[in-house]
């Protein structure tokens, strides 16, 4: 069984920034792809940034220039930095993750979720 552990998250105000680490653990012999996903209220879930085995990375649009993916292959985590908050990127941050499994398929696993709340 595999487990992603989120940590970060928490209030700021329009402006700040913070920093969203997730963690996989568990039976992982390697990992295809992670993402952040978030979903704000009334809201569907939204693909917030994505990087894959081979270092490609991906952002939502509404978050290119101010949100950084980085990825520790040492600890199967990635982080998300997030600089110049703004109100609208409130929601629930979830960890993502794509395991290739030995049938040439992919499992897939998510964070319970981490809240980040910018006022303004």
């Known amino acids: 069984q595999v487990r992603l552990a989120e940590f970060g998250g928490g209030s700021v105000r329009a402006g700040g920034s913070l920093r969203l680490s997730c963690a996989a653990s568990?039976?992982?012999?390697?990992?295809?792809?992670m993402e952040w996903y978030r979903q704000a209220p009334g809201k569907e879930r939204e693909l917030v940034a994505s990087?894959?085995?081979?270092?490609?990375?991906n952002y939502a649009e509404s978050v290119k220039g101010r949100f950084t993916l980085s990825r520790d292959d040492a600890k199967n985590a990635v982080d998300l930095q997030m600089t110049s908050l703004k109100p609208e990127d409130t929601a629930i941050y979830y960890c993502?993750?794509?395991?290739?499994?030995?049938?040439?398929?992919?499992?897939?696993?998510w964070g319970q979720g981490t809240q980040v709340t910018v006022s303004s």
């Open positions: 993502h993750a794509e395991l290739p499994t030995v049938l040439g398929t992919f499992q897939y696993y």
């Open positions: 568990g039976s992982i012999f390697s990992i295809n792809a």
């Open positions: 990087i894959t085995h081979d270092d490609r990375i």
